[in-house]
């Protein structure tokens, strides 16, 4: 009869597997807060409890607490912020097993829903996550980390540019293929490009 193991056991065969996957990352600055074989095991609880993108693996791997007021009194001018009906605060705790430091934060926000903190929790998440999809895509697809548009109002432009074409490109269901390929197509055929634009 093969043998039980019980989670710790299951989680040192566990890095016992990818005990010889080589650190892709750079170690000569010193500079790694977390060990490659916690990454590994955080990453993966992350996914099994529903985790579907990397802001929300990193919101895994944090002590987050969410505490919501309603009490917007002591706030001077409060009543000028039309339908604000709470104010949030993330407390986060992140334990750094190669330094051994702990570094705590604390962010603010405002709301118009009621003070319920896992709501309010849950709706901060996905407004980040949905930034970091976006941004992430924006920079695979047209290098916008690698921009150098400086002058006047030429990068917010740009922006707004290509987060248009970006929605008109996820808005075409027809090909099942990479926006990437659909680009290039809607450079080499003007009937797709107009049916990108709806002509």
Sequence with gaps: MAKTLGPEGQA???LKHFSSLKDPRRTTKGNL???LSDIIILTVSAIIC???NWELVEVFGKNRTCYAYSELGHIEGYEKWEG???IVKIETETYEKVSGKTTKEQRYSISSLPPDAKVLNNNIRKHWSVENDLHWTLDVEFGVDRS????RNAAENHN???KLVMTMLAMDNSKKTSKRSK???AALDPKYRDKLWGF
């Design 12 to 14: 040192a065969e566990f």
């Design 33 to 35: 807060q977390h060990l």
């Design 50 to 52: 529903g985790a579907d």
């Design 84 to 86: 604000l009906k709470s």
């Design 148 to 151: 150098r548009k400086r002058t």
């Design 160 to 162: 707004i540019v290509l």
């Design 183 to 185: 680009r290039l197509k």
